[in-house]
């Protein structure tokens, strides 16, 4: 991670950006602006009084800046990571200071772990992921690269999320489950068993609905 004071911009202007930019400034960044990443897009001037530029090639007019992506569909948040970085842009990793974060636990390039989120022992947050506001990731679970544990979700040990997966707000899944690649896993649902990659489960317990 960059040292406190990096200046920073924050790629997106929808739904996440300001859990983004309160996170990234109580990491202690300054933080310059945004930039709208839709192509096309005309900018909208000012956001929360700092400037908004419009399109991705911004990045290639600022140089080699830092920056963070406040966009919560993995998809999306991925292929504009990618961008960045092609761009020359260093994707900064952000975890709140109010996060309980173990020394055992690993937080990958890219990743935003958010207020009053625990990542206990051993447990693995993958590259461009989000473990929301008061998420509980147990011990030893892995949760895969650009997926999104939303508010509240709980991981019970040894739970393997895959790459781009979604569990929803204050859904529950029981230890040693894994969420296969590209998952939902649907708000207040409790997992009590694997679920397929692609697939979407709702319920308690769990059940698919879609795909798998």
Not at 28 to 36: K, L, Q, S, Y
Not at 64 to 86: C, K, Q, S, Y
Not at 130 to 146: D, L, T, Y
Request: with cysteine; glycine share 18%; hydrophobic share 50%.
């Amino acid at each position: 991670m960059a040292d406190r004071g990096q200046e920073l911009w924050i790629i997106g202007t929808g739904g996440h950006t300001r859990v983004v930019l309160d996170l990234a400034r109580a990491c202690g960044h300054r933080v310059a602006g945004f930039i709208e990443p839709a192509a096309g897009a005309a900018s909208p001037g000012f956001l929360w009084d700092l400037p908004v530029l419009a399109g991705l090639g911004a990045l290639r007019d600022l140089g080699a800046v830092r920056v963070a992506v406040a966009i919560g569909d993995n998809r999306l948040r991925r292929e504009t990571t990618d961008e960045a970085a092609d761009a020359g842009a260093v994707v900064e990793t952000l975890v709140h200071p109010g996060a309980l974060p173990e020394a055992s636990a690993s937080v990958g390039q890219g990743a935003q772990v958010c207020i009053g989120a625990i990542l206990c022992a051993g447990c693995e947050i993958g590259e461009g992921a989000i473990v929301n506001s008061g998420a509980i990731v147990e011990h030893e679970c892995r949760v895969g690269a650009f997926a999104h544990v939303c508010p509240g979700a709980k991981l019970a040990g040894r739970v393997d999320v895959g790459a781009g997966a979604m569990i929803g707000l204050g859904a529950c899944v029981i230890q040693g489950v894994t969420i296969g690649a590209g998952a939902i896993v649907g708000a207040g649902s409790v997992v009590l068993e694997d679920v397929p990659a692609g697939a979407t489960v709702v319920g308690v317990p769990a059940v698919v609905i879609r795909g798998g």
